[in-house]
Protein backbone atom coordinates (compact mmCIF):
# COMPACT_ATOMS: atom_id res chain seq x y z
CA UNK A 1 0.00 0.00 0.00
CA UNK A 2 1.30 3.58 -0.75
CA UNK A 3 2.37 5.74 1.65
CA UNK A 4 0.22 8.49 2.33
CA UNK A 5 2.93 10.94 3.38
CA UNK A 6 4.78 10.43 0.38
CA UNK A 7 1.68 11.20 -1.74
CA UNK A 8 0.95 14.66 0.16
CA UNK A 9 5.08 15.33 -0.24
CA UNK A 10 6.12 13.37 -3.45
CA UNK A 11 8.95 16.04 -4.53
CA UNK A 12 10.60 15.81 -0.50
CA UNK A 13 13.85 14.10 0.09
CA UNK A 14 13.99 10.51 2.54
CA UNK A 15 15.19 12.76 5.05
CA UNK A 16 12.44 15.46 4.37
CA UNK A 17 9.62 12.76 4.08
CA UNK A 18 10.83 11.05 7.45
CA UNK A 19 10.73 14.21 9.66
CA UNK A 20 7.74 15.34 8.24
CA UNK A 21 6.27 12.10 8.76
CA UNK A 22 7.90 12.09 12.80
CA UNK A 23 5.76 16.08 13.14
CA UNK A 24 2.31 14.31 12.07
CA UNK A 25 2.90 11.60 13.84
CA UNK A 26 3.98 13.58 17.09
CA UNK A 27 0.92 15.64 16.73
CA UNK A 28 -1.29 12.71 16.66
CA UNK A 29 0.52 11.47 19.90
CA UNK A 30 0.14 14.86 21.32
CA UNK A 31 -3.27 14.79 20.61
CA UNK A 32 -3.82 11.19 22.78
CA UNK A 33 -1.89 12.55 25.51
CA UNK A 34 1.31 10.12 25.11
CA UNK A 35 4.06 12.19 23.50
CA UNK A 36 7.54 10.45 24.25
CA UNK A 37 9.18 11.68 27.16
CA UNK A 38 12.51 13.04 24.58
CA UNK A 39 9.80 14.87 22.49
CA UNK A 40 8.04 16.27 25.81
CA UNK A 41 8.63 19.40 27.43
CA UNK A 42 9.13 18.65 31.33
CA UNK A 43 6.35 19.97 33.61
CA UNK A 44 7.22 22.86 36.07
CA UNK A 45 7.19 21.26 39.74
CA UNK A 46 5.08 24.28 40.75
CA UNK A 47 2.48 24.12 38.11
CA UNK A 48 2.13 20.45 38.51
CA UNK A 49 1.02 20.58 42.25
CA UNK A 50 -1.03 23.47 41.65
CA UNK A 51 -2.99 21.06 39.11
CA UNK A 52 -2.71 18.41 41.90
CA UNK A 53 -4.67 20.02 44.34
CA UNK A 54 -7.31 21.64 41.73
CA UNK A 55 -10.47 20.06 42.37
CA UNK A 56 -11.03 16.22 41.92
CA UNK A 57 -11.88 14.56 39.31
CA UNK A 58 -15.21 13.32 39.18
CA UNK A 59 -14.11 9.88 38.04
CA UNK A 60 -11.64 7.96 37.18
CA UNK A 61 -9.86 9.53 34.34
CA UNK A 62 -8.81 6.47 31.54
CA UNK A 63 -5.71 7.75 30.04
CA UNK A 64 -4.92 5.92 26.64
CA UNK A 65 -1.12 4.50 26.35
CA UNK A 66 0.53 5.27 23.06
CA UNK A 67 3.66 4.81 21.37
CA UNK A 68 5.45 5.43 18.28
CA UNK A 69 5.60 1.94 17.69
CA UNK A 70 1.46 1.31 18.12
CA UNK A 71 0.64 3.68 15.55
CA UNK A 72 3.59 1.56 13.21
CA UNK A 73 6.31 3.95 13.49
CA UNK A 74 9.62 3.81 15.22
CA UNK A 75 11.48 6.43 17.73
CA UNK A 76 13.19 9.35 16.35
CA UNK A 77 16.55 9.56 16.67
CA UNK A 78 17.91 12.44 18.95
CA UNK A 79 18.64 14.89 16.32
CA UNK A 80 15.01 14.44 14.61
CA UNK A 81 13.68 14.84 18.04
CA UNK A 82 14.76 18.49 18.08
CA UNK A 83 13.63 19.33 14.33
CA UNK A 84 10.52 18.05 15.26
CA UNK A 85 10.38 19.72 19.11
CA UNK A 86 10.69 22.77 17.10
CA UNK A 87 7.78 22.17 14.37
CA UNK A 88 5.56 21.57 17.96
CA UNK A 89 6.97 24.67 19.24
CA UNK A 90 5.90 27.15 16.37
CA UNK A 91 2.60 24.87 16.09
CA UNK A 92 1.74 25.79 19.28
CA UNK A 93 1.92 29.56 19.06
CA UNK A 94 -0.59 29.32 16.30
CA UNK A 95 -3.97 30.42 16.57
CA UNK A 96 -6.62 27.05 16.59
CA UNK A 97 -10.19 26.33 15.78
CA UNK A 98 -12.82 25.49 13.13
CA UNK A 99 -12.17 28.87 11.43
CA UNK A 100 -8.52 28.23 10.59
CA UNK A 101 -7.24 27.74 7.18
CA UNK A 102 -5.20 24.41 6.21
CA UNK A 103 -3.83 23.22 2.75
CA UNK A 104 -6.23 20.13 3.03
CA UNK A 105 -9.82 22.36 4.49
CA UNK A 106 -9.66 26.11 3.37
CA UNK A 107 -12.37 28.17 4.86
CA UNK A 108 -13.74 31.56 3.73
CA UNK A 109 -12.76 34.20 6.08
CA UNK A 110 -14.86 35.51 8.54
CA UNK A 111 -13.89 39.04 9.01
CA UNK A 112 -12.51 41.50 6.76
CA UNK A 113 -10.03 43.98 7.67
CA UNK A 114 -11.14 46.22 4.36
CA UNK A 115 -13.50 49.38 5.46
CA UNK A 116 -17.00 48.49 3.78
CA UNK A 117 -18.25 50.11 0.52
CA UNK A 118 -19.83 53.89 1.67
CA UNK A 119 -23.74 53.41 1.03
CA UNK A 120 -24.62 55.18 -2.22
CA UNK A 121 -26.94 58.26 -1.30
CA UNK A 122 -30.59 57.59 -2.76
CA UNK A 123 -31.17 59.47 -6.48
CA UNK A 124 -32.80 63.28 -6.22
CA UNK A 125 -34.97 64.15 -8.94
CA UNK A 126 -34.74 67.53 -10.18
CA UNK A 127 -38.27 69.24 -10.62
CA UNK A 128 -38.33 72.74 -12.06
CA UNK A 129 -41.46 74.59 -11.81
CA UNK A 130 -42.55 78.08 -12.80
CA UNK A 131 -45.00 80.21 -10.79
CA UNK A 132 -47.64 82.26 -12.55
CA UNK A 133 -46.96 85.21 -10.52
CA UNK A 134 -44.59 86.24 -7.75
CA UNK A 135 -44.71 84.52 -4.61
CA UNK A 136 -48.22 84.75 -2.95
CA UNK A 137 -50.49 83.27 -0.07
CA UNK A 138 -51.76 80.86 -3.53
CA UNK A 139 -48.64 78.63 -3.52
CA UNK A 140 -48.71 77.85 0.13
CA UNK A 141 -48.54 74.03 -0.24
CA UNK A 142 -45.18 74.51 -2.89
CA UNK A 143 -43.44 76.49 0.29
CA UNK A 144 -44.34 74.62 3.08
CA UNK A 145 -43.80 71.55 1.47
CA UNK A 146 -40.32 72.78 0.33
CA UNK A 147 -39.84 74.17 3.87
CA UNK A 148 -40.75 70.93 6.07
CA UNK A 149 -39.00 68.49 3.84
CA UNK A 150 -41.97 67.05 2.16
CA UNK A 151 -40.05 67.01 -1.41
CA UNK A 152 -36.74 66.27 -0.73
CA UNK A 153 -38.06 63.23 1.87
CA UNK A 154 -39.26 62.03 -1.49
CA UNK A 155 -35.98 62.46 -3.68
CA UNK A 156 -37.11 65.55 -5.30
CA UNK A 157 -35.43 68.97 -5.82
CA UNK A 158 -38.27 71.22 -6.51
CA UNK A 159 -36.64 74.38 -7.84
CA UNK A 160 -39.17 77.12 -7.71
CA UNK A 161 -38.72 80.14 -10.41
CA UNK A 162 -40.67 83.60 -10.81
CA UNK A 163 -41.35 84.40 -14.35
CA UNK A 164 -40.23 87.56 -15.91
CA UNK A 165 -43.56 87.44 -17.97
CA UNK A 166 -46.44 86.20 -16.54
CA UNK A 167 -47.51 84.99 -20.21
CA UNK A 168 -44.70 82.60 -20.63
CA UNK A 169 -44.99 79.61 -17.86
CA UNK A 170 -46.95 77.19 -19.41
CA UNK A 171 -45.58 77.89 -22.58
CA UNK A 172 -41.73 77.04 -21.33
CA UNK A 173 -43.16 73.66 -20.22
CA UNK A 174 -44.50 73.04 -23.32
CA UNK A 175 -41.19 73.95 -25.32
CA UNK A 176 -39.40 71.52 -22.65
CA UNK A 177 -37.70 74.82 -21.10
CA UNK A 178 -39.12 73.43 -17.88
CA UNK A 179 -40.93 70.08 -16.00
CA UNK A 180 -43.57 71.90 -14.47
CA UNK A 181 -45.60 75.18 -14.29
CA UNK A 182 -48.63 76.87 -12.93
CA UNK A 183 -51.46 78.38 -14.64
CA UNK A 184 -55.61 78.64 -14.57
CA UNK A 185 -57.62 76.02 -15.83
CA UNK A 186 -58.96 78.87 -18.89
CA UNK A 187 -55.65 79.12 -20.14
CA UNK A 188 -54.88 75.13 -20.09
CA UNK A 189 -58.02 75.02 -22.30
CA UNK A 190 -57.22 77.49 -24.69
CA UNK A 191 -53.38 76.45 -24.94
CA UNK A 192 -54.55 72.71 -25.61
CA UNK A 193 -56.74 73.92 -28.18
CA UNK A 194 -53.90 75.56 -29.60
CA UNK A 195 -52.05 72.36 -29.86
CA UNK A 196 -49.54 72.99 -26.90
CA UNK A 197 -48.52 69.88 -25.22
CA UNK A 198 -48.92 70.80 -21.79
CA UNK A 199 -51.82 68.35 -19.63
CA UNK A 200 -53.20 69.26 -15.74
CA UNK A 201 -51.50 67.09 -13.45
CA UNK A 202 -52.64 69.24 -10.24
CA UNK A 203 -54.57 71.37 -8.85
CA UNK A 204 -53.92 74.00 -5.98
CA UNK A 205 -56.63 76.56 -5.58
CA UNK A 206 -60.11 74.41 -6.50
CA UNK A 207 -62.20 77.52 -6.71
CA UNK A 208 -61.40 80.80 -9.24
CA UNK A 209 -58.68 83.66 -7.79
CA UNK A 210 -59.95 85.93 -10.78
CA UNK A 211 -62.79 89.05 -11.04
CA UNK A 212 -63.24 92.22 -12.20
CA UNK A 213 -61.75 94.71 -10.96
CA UNK A 214 -63.30 98.06 -11.35
CA UNK A 215 -62.32 102.00 -9.91
CA UNK A 216 -65.65 103.17 -7.65
CA UNK A 217 -65.13 106.33 -9.83
CA UNK A 218 -65.35 104.65 -13.05
CA UNK A 219 -69.14 104.48 -13.19
CA UNK A 220 -69.09 101.03 -14.34
CA UNK A 221 -71.88 99.14 -12.70
CA UNK A 222 -71.96 96.26 -15.06
CA UNK A 223 -70.55 94.25 -18.21
CA UNK A 224 -72.40 96.65 -20.26
CA UNK A 225 -70.65 99.57 -18.46
CA UNK A 226 -67.28 98.71 -20.10
CA UNK A 227 -67.63 100.32 -22.88
CA UNK A 228 -65.36 102.61 -24.27
CA UNK A 229 -63.50 102.19 -20.83
CA UNK A 230 -59.80 101.23 -20.98
CA UNK A 231 -59.67 97.83 -19.27
CA UNK A 232 -56.00 96.14 -18.33
CA UNK A 233 -54.92 92.85 -17.92
CA UNK A 234 -51.81 90.95 -16.95
CA UNK A 235 -52.12 87.63 -18.93
CA UNK A 236 -53.68 86.80 -22.46
CA UNK A 237 -56.06 84.25 -20.93
CA UNK A 238 -57.26 87.96 -18.96
CA UNK A 239 -57.92 89.13 -22.69
CA UNK A 240 -58.75 86.63 -24.90
CA UNK A 241 -60.55 84.00 -22.32
CA UNK A 242 -61.86 86.21 -19.74
CA UNK A 243 -62.76 89.57 -21.17
CA UNK A 244 -63.81 88.27 -24.73
CA UNK A 245 -66.43 85.43 -22.56
CA UNK A 246 -68.29 88.22 -20.04
CA UNK A 247 -68.25 90.76 -23.35
CA UNK A 248 -69.80 87.84 -25.40
CA UNK A 249 -72.11 86.61 -22.88
CA UNK A 250 -73.96 90.31 -23.01
CA UNK A 251 -73.50 90.92 -27.15
CA UNK A 252 -70.45 92.38 -27.05
CA UNK A 253 -66.97 92.00 -28.51
CA UNK A 254 -63.61 93.36 -27.87
CA UNK A 255 -64.08 96.06 -30.30
CA UNK A 256 -66.36 97.41 -27.64
CA UNK A 257 -63.61 98.16 -25.15
CA UNK A 258 -59.80 99.30 -24.88
CA UNK A 259 -58.28 96.71 -23.43
CA UNK A 260 -54.71 97.35 -22.21
CA UNK A 261 -51.09 95.19 -20.91
CA UNK A 262 -50.13 95.95 -17.99
CA UNK A 263 -48.09 92.83 -17.37
CA UNK A 264 -47.17 93.01 -13.55
CA UNK A 265 -47.79 96.73 -13.36
CA UNK A 266 -51.44 95.97 -12.02
CA UNK A 267 -51.52 98.47 -8.87
CA UNK A 268 -49.55 101.37 -10.80
CA UNK A 269 -51.91 101.34 -13.25
CA UNK A 270 -54.77 101.81 -11.85
CA UNK A 271 -53.19 104.36 -8.64
CA UNK A 272 -51.94 106.50 -12.25
CA UNK A 273 -55.47 105.79 -13.90
CA UNK A 274 -54.17 104.37 -16.93
CA UNK A 275 -57.30 101.88 -16.64
CA UNK A 276 -60.95 101.97 -15.57
CA UNK A 277 -60.64 98.67 -14.68
CA UNK A 278 -58.53 95.52 -14.48
CA UNK A 279 -59.16 91.13 -14.86
CA UNK A 280 -57.68 88.65 -13.92
CA UNK A 281 -55.53 87.08 -10.83
CA UNK A 282 -54.79 88.79 -7.54
CA UNK A 283 -58.87 89.56 -6.82
CA UNK A 284 -58.71 88.84 -3.22
CA UNK A 285 -55.59 90.65 -2.59
CA UNK A 286 -55.28 93.36 -4.95
CA UNK A 287 -58.79 95.44 -3.25
CA UNK A 288 -56.91 95.78 -0.33
CA UNK A 289 -53.65 96.91 -2.21
CA UNK A 290 -55.46 99.25 -3.84
CA UNK A 291 -57.66 100.23 -0.80
CA UNK A 292 -54.61 101.43 0.90
CA UNK A 293 -53.37 103.91 -1.87
CA UNK A 294 -56.58 105.36 -1.07
CA UNK A 295 -58.06 103.96 -4.47
CA UNK A 296 -61.61 102.47 -3.82
CA UNK A 297 -62.39 99.44 -6.24
CA UNK A 298 -65.27 97.39 -6.23
CA UNK A 299 -64.86 93.34 -7.03
CA UNK A 300 -67.18 91.22 -9.87
CA UNK A 301 -65.74 87.26 -9.51
CA UNK A 302 -65.79 86.02 -12.73
CA UNK A 303 -68.38 82.91 -11.92
CA UNK A 304 -71.01 86.04 -11.35
CA UNK A 305 -70.12 87.47 -14.58
CA UNK A 306 -71.90 83.97 -16.71
CA UNK A 307 -68.18 81.94 -16.55
CA UNK A 308 -68.39 78.59 -15.36
CA UNK A 309 -66.83 77.70 -11.82
CA UNK A 310 -62.97 76.15 -12.91
CA UNK A 311 -59.65 75.37 -10.91
CA UNK A 312 -58.08 78.87 -9.93
CA UNK A 313 -54.59 77.07 -10.24
CA UNK A 314 -53.11 74.09 -11.91
CA UNK A 315 -49.75 72.36 -11.92
CA UNK A 316 -49.39 71.85 -15.87
CA UNK A 317 -46.58 69.24 -16.92
CA UNK A 318 -45.75 68.29 -20.65
CA UNK A 319 -47.65 65.74 -22.12
CA UNK A 320 -44.72 64.04 -24.12
CA UNK A 321 -42.90 63.76 -21.38
CA UNK A 322 -45.32 63.02 -18.83
CA UNK A 323 -44.68 58.57 -18.58
CA UNK A 324 -41.25 59.29 -18.29
CA UNK A 325 -41.65 61.89 -14.86
CA UNK A 326 -45.09 60.25 -13.46
CA UNK A 327 -43.18 58.47 -10.61
CA UNK A 328 -41.55 61.78 -10.17
CA UNK A 329 -45.05 64.09 -10.53
CA UNK A 330 -47.34 61.50 -8.60
CA UNK A 331 -44.50 62.52 -5.28
CA UNK A 332 -44.84 65.81 -6.20
CA UNK A 333 -48.44 66.15 -5.92
CA UNK A 334 -48.17 63.49 -2.85
CA UNK A 335 -45.60 65.77 -1.00
CA UNK A 336 -48.57 69.11 -1.78
CA UNK A 337 -51.28 67.04 -0.62
CA UNK A 338 -49.61 66.35 2.95
CA UNK A 339 -48.58 69.98 2.91
CA UNK A 340 -52.20 70.86 2.48
CA UNK A 341 -53.29 68.85 5.25
CA UNK A 342 -50.49 70.65 7.28
CA UNK A 343 -51.84 74.04 6.02
CA UNK A 344 -55.47 73.50 6.82
CA UNK A 345 -54.74 72.03 11.01
CA UNK A 346 -51.61 74.53 11.25
CA UNK A 347 -52.56 78.28 9.57
CA UNK A 348 -50.59 80.48 11.55
CA UNK A 349 -47.46 78.38 11.68
CA UNK A 350 -48.27 77.88 7.48
CA UNK A 351 -48.20 81.78 7.04
CA UNK A 352 -44.91 82.48 9.60
CA UNK A 353 -43.17 79.87 6.83
CA UNK A 354 -44.52 81.51 3.88
CA UNK A 355 -43.08 85.35 5.01
CA UNK A 356 -40.29 84.13 6.43
CA UNK A 357 -39.12 82.35 2.89
CA UNK A 358 -40.85 85.30 0.87
CA UNK A 359 -40.63 88.61 3.22
CA UNK A 360 -42.13 90.71 0.67
CA UNK A 361 -45.15 88.71 0.93
CA UNK A 362 -45.68 89.68 4.64
CA UNK A 363 -47.96 92.92 3.61
CA UNK A 364 -51.72 93.73 5.27
CA UNK A 365 -53.37 92.99 2.01
CA UNK A 366 -51.97 89.29 1.94
CA UNK A 367 -52.53 88.82 5.68
CA UNK A 368 -56.51 89.85 4.89
CA UNK A 369 -56.37 87.89 1.76
CA UNK A 370 -54.62 84.40 3.79
CA UNK A 371 -58.26 82.72 5.13
CA UNK A 372 -59.80 82.77 1.84
CA UNK A 373 -57.00 81.52 -0.02
CA UNK A 374 -56.65 78.89 2.50
CA UNK A 375 -60.71 77.83 2.15
CA UNK A 376 -59.68 77.56 -1.45
CA UNK A 377 -56.41 74.75 -1.75
CA UNK A 378 -57.27 71.78 -3.00
CA UNK A 379 -57.06 69.11 -0.42
CA UNK A 380 -56.66 66.56 -3.15
CA UNK A 381 -54.43 68.35 -5.78
CA UNK A 382 -54.14 65.45 -8.24
CA UNK A 383 -57.99 64.82 -8.16
CA UNK A 384 -60.00 65.73 -11.29
CA UNK A 385 -63.41 66.93 -11.21
CA UNK A 386 -64.59 65.94 -15.06
CA UNK A 387 -67.80 67.43 -15.09
CA UNK A 388 -65.86 70.51 -14.45
CA UNK A 389 -63.52 70.35 -17.01
CA UNK A 390 -66.24 68.87 -19.66
CA UNK A 391 -68.65 72.11 -18.55
CA UNK A 392 -65.58 74.58 -19.00
CA UNK A 393 -65.03 72.91 -22.02
CA UNK A 394 -68.22 73.01 -23.65
CA UNK A 395 -69.01 76.97 -22.44
CA UNK A 396 -65.69 78.01 -24.38
CA UNK A 397 -66.60 76.28 -27.69
CA UNK A 398 -69.90 77.64 -27.33
CA UNK A 399 -68.26 81.10 -27.15
CA UNK A 400 -66.06 80.13 -29.93
CA UNK A 401 -63.04 80.81 -27.70
CA UNK A 402 -61.62 77.33 -28.84
CA UNK A 403 -62.45 76.16 -31.99
CA UNK A 404 -62.73 72.17 -31.60
CA UNK A 405 -63.50 70.08 -28.39
CA UNK A 406 -61.05 68.77 -26.95
CA UNK A 407 -61.87 65.29 -24.97
CA UNK A 408 -61.22 65.40 -21.22
CA UNK A 409 -58.00 62.43 -20.97
CA UNK A 410 -56.11 65.08 -23.13
CA UNK A 411 -56.68 68.32 -21.23
CA UNK A 412 -55.94 66.20 -18.12
CA UNK A 413 -54.59 63.30 -15.33
CA UNK A 414 -55.13 62.12 -12.29
CA UNK A 415 -50.70 60.88 -11.83
CA UNK A 416 -52.23 59.08 -8.47
Known amino acids: MPDPWRLLMPKSSPRQHRLIRLAGLSLLLASLGALPPALA ?3 APAEAAAQQQA ?3 LAQEQRVETSFEQIGGTPPTSAEAAVVSDILERYRGLPGGPGIDTPAMPVAPSATAAPADPIAPPPVTELTL ?3 WSPGPQHAALLVAQERGLFSRRGLNVVLQTPADPDVPAKLVAA ?3 DLALTDQLTLHRLVDQGRPIIRVATLSELPLSALLVREDADIDSVLGLIDHRIGYAQRAGQDVLLRAILQHEGLNLSHVEAKDVHFS ?7 GWIDAFIGGAALSLPRELADLGIATRAMPTETLGIPVHDGLVVVANQDHFQAQKD ?3 AFVDALEQATRWIIDHPAASWEIMTRLEPTMDSPANAEAWPDIRRRLSLRPGAMDHGRYRRLERYLHDQKIVERLTPISRLGKDPG
Not at 266 to 272: D, F, K, L, Y
Request: aromatic share 0%.
Open 41 to 43: EPE
Open 55 to 57: APP
Open 130 to 132: VLE
Open 176 to 178: SQA
Open 266 to 272: VIRAMNE
Open 328 to 330: AIR
